[in-house]
């Protein structure tokens, strides 16, 4: 058993990292062609980052593809807020016959730890009553959030997600939960 008391933020990056190193903490494996071992089709706009996370860690892309439930594709994987990964943001849309009817967001604590984490889904509009929420202490995600609406909403709809630490904040990212043209 490892006792560690972690003050600053700092400390907390390497006391994951250290550990991860050694195999005492892994990451959660919470979290679309069709990635053969996920089973989860990956976006034709996912980037190469997003498709290198999916061949590696397709447990995590399928399980979070799991929790924003059926016919959602990949579009976003990203590690937070770097290679230390405290945390990976996953983004799904899915489609319907005229479009993109929804997106979904799940954030994944990589942390091993219970931090604050807040995670909110904005579709392309300006009333901020449309957005989705989810915020809390979590140990393992914070999500699903969904938007659902026509394809203009859900083009460009922005996902941001937060996590602090000892009151600091480890990770604010706000980027693109669907492709944006």
Known sequence: MINTIVKPARSFFATVAALALTGLIAPHAVAADANAESGVRISAQAKSET??????????????ANLCGSGYELFTAERLPNATRLGTLFTYTKSGSSGLTSSCAVFDNNSGSSVYMKLKLCPNSTDAKLCKTDEGTFSQ????VRVTGSNASILCSKVTAIMKYEGGTVINRVTYAAPCN
Do not use: C, E, H, L
């Not at 498709?51 to 979070?64: T, Y």
């Not at 995600?141 to 699903?144: E, F, L």
């Open 141 to 144: 995600y914070a999500g699903p």
């Open 51 to 64: 498709r290198a996370i999916a061949a590696k860690d397709p447990q995590a892309v399928n399980s979070a």
